[in-house]
């Protein structure tokens, strides 16, 4: 298993550009999710899915859209690039196991910068 | 107020000392409770769920106390290895959810 893909690793901005953050696992797992991550404050959810065609909104959904047309794939889709979202973003994948335990799976992040 | 508070740190250790880091979480109603550790320019990835009764993990135990709405860890023997920031982590009672909700983290450095 692969576990969860993010690409691309690295991406340079200019305010008011648009692109995806794509994501992927080959767990079969239903939960999906992206969070950024900025120096001081932690993880924060951006947008997550509990299934395929299902979506919402989490803490800091504003600039940023998602879909999730099948259980692999959580694209993150960036309108229009501002300063302000310069950050490293993870998409993270899970399930709920048959004992009540609970683990995220994290991919390798995307450093994104907006000039 | 942060969901979950930290102390950033860093904890500065020498090897084989035993440290302990605090956490506390604004809402009540949160359903699980975890550590999660991150090493410099990583992914996070889960080192331990932090049960009601206590926990142990060879070095490592995780303590939840609900009534003062407060988490803890202890690492005994702390090794190089262990230096990393350690994320404290709480899932909300809105399940469905199955998004966590992240402290701002603490960084341990393990001095020779």
């Known amino acids: 298993n692969a576990g969860v893909t993010q690409t691309p690793k690295f991406q340079v901005l200019k305010t008011g550009q648009s692109m995806t953050l794509q994501c992927a696992q080959d767990m079969n797992h239903e939960y999906m999710s992206w969070y950024r991550q900025d120096p001081g404050m932690g993880l924060r959810l951006i947008h997550y899915?509990?299934?395929?065609?299902?979506?919402d909104q989490g803490e800091v959904p504003n600039g940023y859209n998602v879909s999730r047309s099948t259980t692999e794939d959580f694209p993150l889709r960036l309108l229009s690039a501002a300063p302000s979202q310069t950050s490293v973003y993870f998409c993270a994948s899970s399930y709920l196991q048959a004992d009540e335990t609970y683990e995220q799976y994290f991919g390798p992040g995307t450093r994104l910068t907006v000039t | 107020r942060k969901e979950v508070e930290q102390d950033p740190g860093p904890f500065n250790v020498p090897e084989g000392a035993t440290v302990a880091f605090n956490c506390t979480y604004s809402n009540s109603a949160s359903q699980s409770f975890f550590w999660y550790r991150q090493d410099c320019r990583k992914e996070p990835k889960l080192l331990m769920s932090?049960?009601?009764s206590g926990n142990e993990d060879g070095r490592f135990t995780a303590q939840l106390n609900r009534a003062s709405q407060y988490i803890s860890l202890l690492i005994r023997d702390s090794k190089l290895s262990d230096s990393a920031t350690y994320l404290c982590v709480v899932m909300p009672m809105d399940t469905g959810r199955r998004a966590l909700t992240f402290g701002s983290g603490t960084r341990l450095q393990v001095q020779p």
């Open positions: 932090v049960y009601s």
């Open positions: 899915s509990v299934g395929a065609g299902i979506t």
